[in-house]
């Protein structure tokens, strides 16, 4: 374990001394911060609207928007979810990929470094990567939580149970995302085949639940429980759903594994 996390920190002081780590931050917290205000003033726009009317003469969606947890953070975390999808294979496809560009992949399986303890290393340097990523996002819940506790009907500006169980959907989506965006990078050697590849696995996979609506039962059931979407929607609204925890577990360890294999198979040849 003392190897995987020497090779950890090395991963992560590669990043952080390179200019292509900051600007995933800028664009994560810029996407992020342009559909904050959104829903801010979509938030802003439903309370005038409410006051005025009163909350009876309003649609049905326009509950969620009683309370910022609801209206505001709630969503926002779905948003994060679709900016993690573009911003994570362009984390997870220098992990692999760039050592066997530079020819320096053969130089590490000659080492006495297991091929567990090099993909345990090289996932928890990415890991730290998209946490800090996701990290960054954290300051939107503090911003309302300093300055909207007027807007909310309840007193609190937040129900910060809700707010952080959502928060750790989107930190466990970012995890399946860098396992299985290193797995792809471990089968090529180009930097931009692997975070294309892995686009384009991600995608379809978190949309799975709408393109199934036409299936017929029992493949619908399964399909709508295979969908990223459907396994992080209850989290996201603060629901602890112990199915979305071994689901997602089980793919990291999944790509995690074949991540594995890859490389010992490489080893050998």
């Given at each position: 374990?003392?190897?995987?996390?020497?090779?950890?920190?090395?991963?992560?002081?590669?990043?952080?001394?390179?200019?292509?780590?900051?600007?995933?931050?800028?664009?994560?917290?810029?996407?992020?911060?342009?559909?904050?205000?959104?829903?801010?003033?979509?938030?802003?726009?439903?309370?005038?609207?409410?006051?005025?009317?009163?909350?009876?003469?309003?649609?049905?969606?326009?509950?969620?928007?009683?309370?910022?947890?609801?209206?505001?953070?709630?969503?926002?975390?779905?948003?994060?979810?679709?900016?993690?999808?573009?911003?994570?294979?362009?984390?997870?496809?220098?992990?692999?990929?760039?050592?066997?560009?530079?020819?320096?992949?053969?130089?590490?399986?000659?080492?006495?470094?297991?091929?567990?303890?090099?993909?345990?290393?090289?996932?928890?340097?990415g890991l730290g990567i998209i946490s800090t990523a996701l990290g960054?996002?954290?300051?939107?819940?503090?911003?309302?939580?300093?300055?909207?506790?007027?807007?909310?009907?309840?007193?609190?500006?937040?129900?910060?149970?809700?707010?952080?169980?959502?928060?750790?959907?989107?930190?466990?989506?970012?995890?399946?995302?860098?396992?299985?965006?290193?797995?792809?990078?471990?089968?090529?050697?180009?930097?931009?085949?692997?975070?294309?590849?892995?686009?384009?696995?991600?995608?379809?996979?978190?949309?799975?639940?709408?393109?199934?609506?036409?299936?017929?039962?029992?493949?619908?059931?399964?399909?709508?429980?295979?969908?990223?979407?459907?396994?992080?929607?209850?989290?996201?609204?603060?629901?602890?759903?112990?199915?979305?925890?071994?689901?997602?577990?089980?793919?990291?360890?999944?790509?995690?594994?074949?991540?594995?294999?890859?490389?010992?198979?490489?080893?050998?040849?």
């Amino acid at each position: 374990m003392r190897t995987a996390l020497a090779i950890a920190r090395k991963e992560l002081s590669i990043y952080f001394t390179t200019p292509w780590a900051y600007a995933v931050f800028t664009a994560m917290v810029a996407l992020s911060s342009f559909f904050f205000m959104g829903l801010l003033q979509s938030f802003q726009q439903v309370q005038e609207m409410a006051q005025e009317h009163g909350w009876n003469r309003l649609p049905p969606d326009a509950a969620v928007y009683r309370n910022l947890t609801d209206g505001v953070v709630a969503q926002l975390w779905g948003v994060v979810l679709i900016v993690t999808l573009f911003v994570a294979p362009f984390l997870s496809m220098r992990l692999f990929a760039e050592e066997r560009r530079n020819k320096t992949f053969e130089l590490l399986l000659t080492t006495p470094v297991r091929p567990i303890e090099l993909v345990l290393g090289k996932y928890l340097g990415g890991l730290g990567i998209i946490s800090t990523a996701l990290g960054l996002t954290i300051v939107f819940p503090l911003i309302l939580s300093v300055f909207g506790a007027s807007a909310s009907e309840a007193g609190a500006a937040l129900e910060w149970p809700t707010v952080l169980l959502g928060y750790g959907g989107v930190l466990l989506w970012g995890a399946t995302c860098m396992a299985v965006g290193m797995f792809i990078s471990s089968l090529t050697e180009s930097q931009m085949v692997a975070a294309l590849l892995t686009f384009v696995v991600l995608l379809p996979w978190m949309l799975l639940r709408g393109l199934a609506q036409g299936v017929e039962e029992p493949l619908r059931s399964f399909v709508n429980y295979m969908a990223f979407d459907s396994q992080l929607q209850n989290m996201l609204v603060g629901v602890l759903d112990l199915k979305a925890l071994v689901f997602f577990l089980s793919v990291i360890f999944f790509s995690l594994l074949l991540t594995h294999r890859t490389v010992e198979a490489q080893r050998w040849a």
